[in-house]
T-cell receptor, first 111, second 113 residues
Framework: SQQGEEDPQALSIQEGENATMNCSYK?????LQWYRQNSGRGLVHLIL?????REKHSGRLRVTLDTSKKSSSLLITASRAADTASYFC???????????FGQGTRLTINP | ETGVTQTPRHLVMGMTNKKSLKCEQH?????MYWYKQSAKKPLELMFV???????ENNSVPSRFSPECPNSSHLFLHLHTLQPEDSALYLC????????????FGSGTRLTVV
């Protein structure tokens, strides 16, 4: 069953603005991961946050995790046209050996 | 290149054809996965292989037949497919059951006519 649900499904902003995407999940997790997918291509791993972490940074990316609310957010600061892509959250359960993906957020950065 | 190579990139096949998708990784990972991505649907996990043994079959129809001869190679054999099987098929690999993330190939865009 699909666990992660992203919100919003689509987001369009101007270049230079910040983009925030949210992900909710249903069961306990070992970690939560964010991936990016350019149109028709494979997914690229962006960042991973473990269940005992609350915030993590990588370059212009900031991820937060609230296990009490079973939610995570991905913030992309100072967006660029090249950030246009679909973004997926994926959860790894405590005993699971597989990632379960959400439906994704389609992000469009307008020049 | 991510280290996971999928071939072919595009495939058009008739419903009576037999074809195979190939995935190869040179990352030393011990787990490999097939995912299906259809328009407007979440990624669907199809099969999981750990140390070349199948550990998950997510109720996939038998017209999809996976093969994992070793930890570096994964195939998806296709026969008598339906038009609704048209999708992007993604292969991924990982270490330790994905605890450090998956590495995906670029996918095979399959069209069944």
């Amino acid at each position: 069953s699909q666990q992660g649900e992203e919100d919003p499904q689509a987001l369009s902003i101007q270049e230079g603005e910040n983009a925030t995407m949210n992900c909710s999940y249903k069961t306990s997790i070992n970690n939560l991961q964010w991936y990016r997918q350019n149109s028709g291509r494979g997914l690229v791993h962006l960042i991973l946050i473990r269940s005992n972490e609350r915030e993590k940074h990588s370059g212009r990316l900031r991820v937060t995790l609230d296990t009490s609310k079973k939610s995570s957010s991905l913030l992309i600061t100072a967006s660029r046209a090249a950030d246009t892509a679909s973004y997926f959250c994926a959860t790894l359960g405590g005993g699971a050996q597989k990632l379960v993906f959400g439906q994704g957020t389609r992000l469009t950065i307008n020049p | 290149e991510t280290g996971v190579t999928q071939t072919p990139r595009h495939l058009v096949m008739g419903m009576t054809n037999k074809k195979s998708l190939k995935c190869e990784q040179h990352l030393g990972h011990n787990a490999m996965y097939w995912y299906k991505q259809s328009a407007k649907k979440p990624l669907e996990l199809m099969f999981v292989y750990n140390f070349k043994e199948q550990t998950e079959n997510n109720s996939v129809p038998s017209r999809f037949s996976p093969e994992c001869p070793n930890s570096s190679h994964l195939f998806l054999h296709l026969h008598t497919l339906q038009p609704e099987d048209s999708a992007l098929y993604l292969c991924a690999s990982s270490q330790e059951g994905g605890r450090e993330g998956y590495t995906f190939g670029s996918g095979t865009r399959l069209t069944v006519v």
